[in-house]
């Protein structure tokens, strides 16, 4: 692992209005990103990530619905990806503070390929909204 991030508490919000009274009825969650270095393919790197989640008892029952662990592949270096289940640059990331703060935390100048701008712009970019709380 070449970084991770601390931990944030992230208000649980329906997206894309991204306005606090649409914050869905269920608990707030703890979100981190962490940079690694992997020789993997995309679609390996995904495909071990949902096996840690069913390992953990991930259960999908609902989209956007409470669990207890969400691993997502947000931008695997310059590459973009657009293949069914699998869309990267990550296609929610740069609406999602809960994400672009913990990656500016330890990659402020990772550039989203499909937007050109970094991740500290997409973070300066967004509008109010989405509690996120470092612990």
Known sequence: MLAVSALYETQPVDLPNDVPDDVPDQPWFLNCVAAIETENTPQELLQLALQIEAAMGRLRLRKRGPRNIDIDVLLFGDRMVDEPGLKIPHPAMSQRRFVLEPLVEIAPK?????????ASDLLA???????????
């Open 110 to 118: 990772a550039r989203h390929p499909e937007l050109g701008k970094t």
């Open 125 to 135: 970019e967004l509008p109010r909204g989405q509690i996120v709380r470092r612990l």
